[in-house]
């Protein structure tokens, strides 16, 4: 099953999160793709968990665009909630738009899910959770605006 994969961190299970050293995730590969879905794809990344046997299986499995993707939408969200609390709702009903970002010839939109019914509790509980993440994630952003800024030196 190795044969495609060309980066490997293994000891995943380490550094997940609240989940570290319980998490069933064991690996993170990069190379071409395994599932037939992504087959279009040239890169793609790969989370291996242990299946039932102890035998490490592909659980997931994204095309890099869409990391990349998850990572603008993120970043996004984190930026809007730094200044959500000015908001007497943490949003504006009237303008749930948070931006649109231009990726690949239209736009990545990022809003305000306002088809929720429960979005005023929801949002409040949401902002409290990325309170509460704040170590695993401010961590986790530093690392990575370090390595982004590396990459613009290219």
Same mark, same amino acid.
């Given at each position: 099953?190795?044969?495609?994969?060309?980066?490997?961190?293994? =000891?995943?299970? !380490?550094?997940? =999160?609240? *989940?570290?050293?319980?998490?069933?995730?064991?690996?993170?590969?990069? =190379?071409? @793709?395994?599932?037939?879905?992504?087959?279009?794809?040239?890169?793609?990344?790969?989370?291996?968990?242990?299946?039932?046997?102890?035998? +490490?299986?592909?659980?997931?499995?994204? @095309?890099?665009?869409?990391?990349?993707?998850?990572?603008?939408?993120?970043?996004?969200? +984190?930026?809007?909630?730094?200044?959500?609390?000015? +908001? @007497? +709702?943490?949003?504006? @009903?009237?303008?749930?738009?948070?931006?649109?970002? $231009?990726?690949?010839?239209?736009?990545?939109?990022?809003?305000?899910?306002?088809?929720?019914? *429960?979005?005023?509790?929801?949002?409040?509980?949401?902002?409290?959770? /990325? *309170?509460?993440? =704040?170590? /695993?994630? $401010?961590? !986790?952003? !530093?690392?990575?605006?370090?390595?982004?800024?590396?990459?613009?030196?290219?």
């Amino acid at each position: 099953m190795n044969e495609k994969v060309v980066i490997i961190s293994n =000891g995943y299970d !380490r550094i997940d =999160g609240r *989940n570290a050293y319980q998490s069933d995730i064991k690996r993170l590969t990069l =190379g071409a @793709p395994m599932l037939e879905e992504n087959k279009k794809m040239q890169i793609a990344v790969q989370i291996w968990k242990m299946n039932k046997e102890d035998e +490490l299986i592909v659980a997931q499995e994204l @095309p890099v665009h869409q990391v990349f993707d998850m990572m603008i939408f993120l970043s996004r969200t +984190l930026l809007y909630f730094k200044e959500a609390y000015r +908001l @007497p +709702l943490l949003y504006d @009903p009237e303008k749930p738009t948070v931006e649109r970002i $231009g990726v690949q010839g239209d736009v990545l939109p990022v809003e305000v899910c306002t088809d929720n019914q *429960n979005i005023n509790e929801d949002i409040k509980a949401f902002a409290q959770s /990325l *309170n509460d993440l =704040g170590e /695993l994630i $401010g961590e !986790r952003q !530093r690392v990575l605006g370090r390595i982004l800024e590396e990459l613009e030196c290219y």
